[in-house]
């Protein structure tokens, strides 16, 4: 049964879903990072929100971990290229906090425009100081977005309803999109010039760091109010600290900061400065929207392989999932078959389904192709970082689809380029389900790849299986299945044998001395 450690303060509905789906599951939350490479490899699954940094040493001792789900949107907290190197597959919840989220930068839009937590301190310490507190309407004011994806629209949406007009910097924001969200798209320069109010909703990128920088800030309208709910490190802090001072921006409202927890901030105490401690995503509706998908999306993948949100791996549906698994099977016994075979630079692995196999998700029959391929390589490939580990070998990957039946029902061939040329091998699924390898090198063949095995390619010739048939049984190798093809009467013939155990050197010397063979080799599958 696989076991997941909820590592974060998370929703009751998580674990009640991973034990219904039949996933152990433990809640250990607030464990120092030694604490928690102290226990992280008896898991399979490791599900978190923003507390758990989920750090390379952390890694290295999850030793039998498959999958980190994040209960929320930004994934900032996991080293994703560590995870994939690791062959973890890392998923989010796209979706289920971006309503909340967006009411929080509402929210903190409302409490700068009306410095509704500094009239509350003052109210509650009696004073009443009814004159202090002037503020601002939101009706008619200019609204800046940074950042027009899910919360950013939401955000628009809902500023629109309460009248404001809304501007956006998004460069990826197509003009229709803008158009359908009534907003008007702009350069950065534009909307600091312009807005009355910014609000920030891209994630933290070599882009988008600082992008409000000192300059930035300097560009803004007089008494701008802004609010951040995205990341910290978006904002010049200290700029910003800068400018509430210098009278210049009206106020700031921040839910994320550069340095969490922010227990101690230049800004705390800043007139017109609001905080609160990333509660962006807190809400009970919130919360229960990403532990029950980040629950449902772990427990697919770890009970049914299906792969959803996964932001370094393709998508592959509960559903699709049963009827992939023989094709990834037989995908990565092709991908093996063809990295035995090859030796040398490859430059190119192309995947070719035909028939049924073209009908289907390519992407995960791809990385099972790359994962088989590089196993013969290296013992820490997957799917996951199959395709990653090709790139970083400059092998150049072509996927390719003919739904045309040919000669089978469903087929799949992968060819490798290297500097001799290109070869392929191909393969189908008997009965939709078992994979037989059924071309080798342009050679007809029907052959289960399974265990150890025998591949002899040879001169077509009277005796020879004999002679290799008494070689093999004086040697004690027990022949558990024969295979047989070749090219033309008297051509190259080749020949795939099962056997109980592994080739040793000593027998393939002998082999490869027989009359006619030109090749032989040991294979695993
Ligand atoms: N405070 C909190 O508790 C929460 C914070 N967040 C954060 O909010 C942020 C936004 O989340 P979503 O809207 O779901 O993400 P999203 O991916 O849907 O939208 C991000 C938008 O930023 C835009 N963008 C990317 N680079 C840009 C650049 N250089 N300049 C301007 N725009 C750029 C993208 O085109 C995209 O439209 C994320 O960082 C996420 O982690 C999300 C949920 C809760
Ligand atoms: O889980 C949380 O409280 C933080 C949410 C967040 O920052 C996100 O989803 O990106």
């Known amino acids: 049964m696989p076991k997941v450690l909820i590592a974060d303060k998370m929703d009751p509905k998580a674990a009640q879903i991973f034990r219904e789906r039949g996933v152990e599951v433990d809640e250990i939350t607030g464990k120092t990072p030694e604490e928690l490479i102290a226990i992280i490899g008896e898991y399979d699954g490791l599900a978190i929100r923003s507390s758990t940094k989920v750090t390379k040493a952390i890694l290295a001792a999850a030793t039998n971990l498959k999958v980190i789900g994040r209960a929320g949107i930004g994934v900032d907290n996991v080293d994703i ?43 509650q310490a009696g004073k009443w100081e009814k004159n202090r507190f002037m503020g601002v309407e939101l009706t008619s004011k200019t609204l800046g977005l940074i950042g027009a994806g899910n919360i950013g629209s939401i955000v628009a949406d809902r500023a629109r309803g309460l009248k404001m007009k809304v501007i956006a910097f998004d ?134 392989g299906g792969v959803t949100n996964a932001l370094n791996m393709p998508s592959l549906s509960a559903e699709e999932a049963p009827r992939l ?76 689809r003919t739904e045309r039946e040919g000669d089978y029902h469903t087929l799949l061939r992968v060819s490798v380029k290297t500097d001799a040329g290109e070869r392929s091998v191909a393969g189908t699924l008997f009965g939709d389900s078992a994979p037989r390898v059924v071309e080798l090198f342009g050679i007809k063949v029907e052959a289960d790849l399974a265990g150890h095995m025998l591949y002899v390619v040879n001169e077509d010739a009277p005796g020879f299986i004999g002679r290799l048939g008494t070689l093999l049984g004086t040697a004690g190798v027990n022949i558990g299945t024969f295979h047989l093809g070749r090219r033309s009467a008297g051509g190259e013939a080749v020949l795939l044998l099962s056997i109980d155990d592994a080739v040793t050197p000593e027998l393939l010397a002998q082999v490869r001395a027989l009359p006619g063979v030109k090749t032989a080799m040991g294979l695993a599958f």
């Open 325 to 400: 698994k023989p094709y990834m099977a037989l995908a990565e016994k092709l991908g093996s078959l063809v990295g035995q075979l090859t030796h040398g630079a490859i430059a190119r692995i192309s995947v070719h389904a035909e028939g049924a196999a073209a009908e289907l998700n390519q992407k995960p029959i791809v990385a099972a192709v790359l994962a088989g391929f590089l196993r013969t390589q290296t013992d820490t490939v997957n799917m996951v970082n199959a395709p990653l580990l090709a790139k970083e070998r400059g092998i150049e990957v072509r996927e390719v």
């Open 171 to 304: 460069p990826f924001l197509s003009p229709e999109r803008a158009l359908e969200l009534g907003i008007e798209k702009v350069e950065l320069d534009d909307l600091l010039a312009r807005a009355d109010f910014i609000t920030l909703h891209t994630p933290l990128t070599d882009q988008t760091r600082n992008i409000l920088s000192a300059e930035a800030l300097a560009k803004t309208k007089k008494g701008v109010r802004i609010v951040n709910c995205a990341r910290g490190g978006l904002i010049d802090e200290a700029a910003l600290k800068a400018g509430l001072d210098s009278g210049h921006i009206g106020g700031a409202a921040l839910d994320v900061f550069v340095e969490e927890p922010a227990k101690a901030s230049p800004l705390f105490g800043t007139p017109n400065f609001v905080s609160t401690p990333h509660l962006g995503a807190s809400t009970t509706e919130a919360q229960v929207n990403v532990a029950i998908q980040v629950a449902e999306q772990m427990a697919d993948f770890l009970v049914a």
């Open 81 to 123: 290229p560590a995870a994939s190197a690791q062959g973890v597959v890392v998923m989010n919840t796209p979706f289920g906090n971006s309503i909340t989220t967006a009411e929080h930068a509402i929210a903190l839009m409302f409490a700068l425009a009306r410095q509704l937590p500094e009239a509350d301190a003052s109210t």
